[in-house]
């Protein structure tokens, strides 16, 4: 698999796994009988994250710090555009250091 095809499915993984995990959240804040709903979906959209990420024939140690960076920035924007939480100055500077990490670990072959 190319180095392209592996990087596309883990950023789309990533951004399944951050939208399941929304979904799920949104879920918990509901007090009526959508709680039910979004906990289906949920678990719909987290399946197919797995399934998405065990899928490829690859070894998914090599390419796990590029994936927490995608994950990290997929759960990020998740949070601040649809949860509406603010992004404190840490998890900004966290970030920032995620992503040197795995662009380290990625670039290191």
Do not use: C, H
């Not at 990290?72 to 995620?98: C, N």
Request: proline share 4%.
């Amino acid at each position: 698999m190319s180095r392209y095809v592996s990087v596309s499915l883990l950023l789309g993984a990533a951004l399944i796994e951050a939208v399941g995990d929304g979904i799920v959240r949104v879920g918990m804040r509901t007090s009526s009988w959508q709680r039910g709903l979004y906990y289906v979906v949920g678990a719909a959209v987290l399946f197919a994250y797995g399934w998405t990420v065990n899928r490829p024939p690859w070894k998914f140690g090599e390419l796990l710090g590029l994936y927490v960076v995608f994950f990290f920035l997929a759960a990020q924007a998740v949070s601040y555009f649809v949860l509406k939480e603010t992004l404190p100055r840490p998890v900004l500077v966290g970030g920032l250091l995620i992503v040197s990490g795995g662009l380290v670990i990625f670039l290191s072959k």
